[in-house]
Every structure is written in structure tokens, then in C-alpha cells.
């Protein structure tokens, strides 16, 4: 038993003993109802790792008696699929419920993998149940998505934490034997982030690093974490890690180092539209007006990556990562929406528009002076007409502040003094 990390020990057996998730598998929960009632839908369980949607699949399968086929869309293809839809067809008999097919990570399907799904589902020949970390709306077709019903799940808070850890402590064979004096969970809570497979893990580790009596604090868990980086967490914490490094590498324009992570992330099995979808956010944020074309050839990456897969989205993202990391930067967009959100969520007045920036739709409005006095810019030399755009009270308030040392926002901040001459300096 020792051998059997502590996160499988500890599963749950029945749904009276599945932690978190109340608004599922609570007293009024539709998980509850699926059980008292035997009528259970395809679903798709959406939520971040460790938090129990294999956990709540398996325990659904179980207390209903239906037979499980389970299926990872990291390594299983299109005949796969089939070779298990026809296992279940064979298993039809006249009354019977349909079988179970839980695919893991069902977004790192490709359309032609989830199509092999439709027809099944649909005949009802097995009741779907797909697992994701990430949002269905974008990584799920339509077609499939519109047979499932979708729940979330939630990270888990501190007081699940908490019955998490009393739990393993009282009745895992291994744990309960051994002296554990619990003084602080703060570091334990805030290392697990909300994922009860990773508390289990830490605990694991804690556990397997102490001789005789263990003492958990803040102090003890950190220490051990840090001594055993290599194995907490190598998908979790590291994965925050080098993402953070790849994009700050992007950001401070040195392609190699970008590339470097880039492969790190890659070998290490990370999802390549995640990869894809943060060039999108880094085009926007990094390099922004000092190079639009960043944002073109990003967006155009993260739509090949989606419609070609691995292993030849590598060379797409790449060759993304290297014309970012080496392309001239700009934050001054994430900077001014930023400022005028702040401005706007703190200041209390109800600004009114210009009138003679609103719309007349009728007559009344229009003898009320709405529209009158509005400059069509184009009617005017150079597209320009000066107007005055602000409520009254803003006149002259700026929010975007051209970042003068690119070539392109220094033509954009020329135009601009030309235009507004000393209005916004």
C-alpha cells in the first residue's frame, strides 16, 4: 500500500464521501438526482486539475452499475474510438442502459476525433462524459457540444482543503499511523492552489521525508518542497514557472532564451494552444502599436496550431515566438486601457455624453440639440475635424501616451500633435 501514492488511496468509493463540489453532488446537487433517477445525460466536466472530475466519473459509473470504457485523448486516436464504440454496441441488450465512455482531456481531440464520437452519442449506443481543463466553447465542436450538457467545477477552497487533510490523516493505512501534528496549513493550502491531488502529493512527499513524528508548518513544507522540486509538481508549479520565464523572455526580446522555453514547454507536454493563445496576449500587451503586424501573426498562429496539431505546430509557434521576441516593443494600449479603467471604476459621476455626440432618432430629441453641432470628419481636409469628444468635465484628460523611442508610435505621436496641437501634452 505504501507504494500507492496517497491520492489513490484516498479516493472516494462513494459519492457520500466525494469533497467539494457542492453545487453538484450536494444534497440538492444534479449529480444526486442523476443517481436517484438513473437518467443520466452526456456531459462534459469542465474545471482545472485536481479537483475530481475522473474522481465524480468513476463514482457516477459505479453507484448507477453501468460499465465504464475509458479512453485518454492524449494517446488514443480515431480508431481507438471506434474499436471502443464497438465494444459497446456489443454490449446493447434490450432495456439496458447505455455504457459509460469517459475520454480524458477530450479538448486535445481534433475534429476528426470528436466526429467519431457524434454518431454513438447520438444512437445512444454510450452516454458521453468528457473531461477538460479547458473551455468547451472553444475546444469542443458544436455538433458534440450541443449533446452534452457542460458542468464546472471549481478549485477547491481552504475548508475542502481542510476536510481533505483530516480526512487523510484519520483514515489513510499509512498516515494514521504515524504521529502528525498539524500547527499551521497555510503553506500547505497555498502550495495545493485549490488542486486536491496536489495537497495529497505534498503530503505524500512531507511524509516520505520525515523520519518519526511529523510536524507540519508553513516553515517544514516549504522547506521540503524546495528540497524536492523534482518531484512536486512537475506539471504544476514548473509549468507556471517556464511560461512566466517564456514570456518574459518574448517580452525582453531575446529569441533564444524564448526558444529554449518554448521547447521546454513542448517536451513537457504542454497543450499547444495554450502556448498559442498567450502569443495572442503577448502581441497585444508587448508589443502592441510599436508593431501591429505582431498581432496578425499571432492570431494567425493560434488558428494553424488549432486546425494542424503537433507535431508540426511547433514550427508555427516558433517562428511566432521568434518574430515577437525580436520585434520592437510597446505596452502603451495595455497601459491606457488600464489607466481608463481605473479612472472610470473609481470615478462616481454619471459623465454626461455631448450632445452633440448622441444620435436624433426623432424630432423631439433633435429640438432637444442632440446631434447639432457634430463636424462628419470626413466632409473635412485630412478626415480631421476638431471637435471636442470628451464629457465637459474630462476636456484635455489623457489616458494613451504614445511610446515615442519605435519608429511607429513616434509617427503615431507626430500625428497626434499635429492634429490636437498641445490638447492632450
Not at 444526486?32 to 466519473?57: H, M, Q
Not at 465504464?68 to 481507438?80: H, N, Y
Not at 518574430?323 to 470615478?347: G, H
Request: glycine share 6%; proline share 5%; hydrophobic share 40%.
Amino acid at each position: 500500500m505504501a507504494n500507492i501514492p496517497l491520492a489513490e488511496r484516498l479516493r472516494p468509493r462513494t459519492i457520500d464521501e466525494y469533497i467539494g463540489q457542492e453545487h453538484l453532488v450536494g444534497a440538492n446537487g444534479v449529480f444526486r438526482k442523476f443517481l436517484e433517477t438513473g437518467n443520466l445525460p452526456s456531459f462534459i466536466l469542465w474545471g482545472p486539475p485536481g479537483v475530481g472530475k475522473t474522481t465524480l466519473a468513476r463514482l457516477v459509473a459505479t453507484e448507477l452499475d453501468r460499465p465504464l470504457f475509458t479512453l485518454s485523448a492524449v494517446t488514443s486516436g480515431v480508431k481507438d474510438v471506434r474499436e471502443v464504440i464497438e465494444l459497446a454496441r456489443k454490449q446493447q441488450f434490450f432495456n439496458a442502459r447505455p455504457p459509460l465512455l469517459f475520454i480524458d482531456e477530450i479538448h486535445r481531440f481534433n475534429k476528426s476525433q470528436q466526429d467519431s464520437l457524434l454518431g454513438a452519442v447520438e444512437q445512444g449506443v454510450v452516454t458521453l462524459i468528457g473531461a477538460t481543463t479547458e473551455n468547451p466553447s472553444f475546444e469542443v465542436i458544436s455538433p458534440l457540444l450541443s449533446r452534452c450538457q457542460v458542468y464546472i467545477l471549481k478549485p477547491m477552497e481552504d475548508k475542502d482543503l481542510q476536510t481533505l487533510l483530516e480526512r487523510a490523516l484519520r483514515v489513510d493505512t499509512e498516515l494514521s499511523r504515524r504521529d502528525v501534528t498539524v500547527r499551521e496549513t497555510t503553506a500547505l493550502f497555498r502550495f495545493s492552489g485549490g488542486d486536491a491531488r496536489k495537497l495529497l502529493n505534498i503530503l505524500d512527499i512531507v511524509a516520505g521525508a520525515t523520519d518519526g513524528p511529523i510536524v507540519l508548518t508553513d516553515a517544514s513544507v516549504t522547506e521540503c518542497l524546495q528540497q524536492n522540486i523534482a518531484l512536486y509538481d512537475k506539471n504544476g508549479e514548473q509549468h507556471y514557472d517556464v511560461i512566466s520565464a517564456f514570456i518574459k523572455s518574448v517580452r525582453g526580446s531575446d529569441p533564444n532564451a524564448a526558444i529554449y522555453y518554448l521547447a521546454r514547454m513542448l517536451a513537457g507536454g504542454e497543450e499547444p494552444r495554450f502556448i498559442a493563445r498567450r502569443l495572442v496576449i503577448l502581441a497585444s500587451e508587448d508589443i502592441g502599436l510599436a508593431n501591429p503586424n505582431g498581432l496578425l501573426l499571432a492570431n494567425a498562429c493560434f488558428d494553424t496550431v488549432h486546425k494542424i496539431g503537433m507535431p508540426e505546430a511547433r514550427i508555427t509557434l516558433a517562428e511566432t515566438t521568434i518574430y515577437l521576441a525580436t520585434s520592437p516593443k510597446s505596452n502603451s494600449a495595455y497601459m491606457a486601457i488600464n489607466e481608463a479603467l481605473s479612472f472610470v471604476q473609481r470615478d462616481t459621476t454619471n459623465r454626461p455624453v455631448p450632445l452633440h455626440l448622441r444620435n436624433a432618432p426623432t424630432r423631439l430629441m433633435e429640438q432637444a440639440g442632440y446631434g447639432k453641432g457634430y463636424k462628419y470628419a470626413h466632409d473635412y481636409a485630412g478626415g480631421f475635424a476638431e471637435l471636442e469628444f470628451m464629457p465637459d468635465s474630462l476636456v484635455g484628460k489623457k489616458f494613451y501616451t504614445p511610446n515615442t523611442q519605435n519608429p511607429t508610435e513616434a509617427r503615431i505621436d507626430e500625428r497626434m500633435r499635429q492634429l490636437w496641437k498641445n490638447k492632450y501634452q
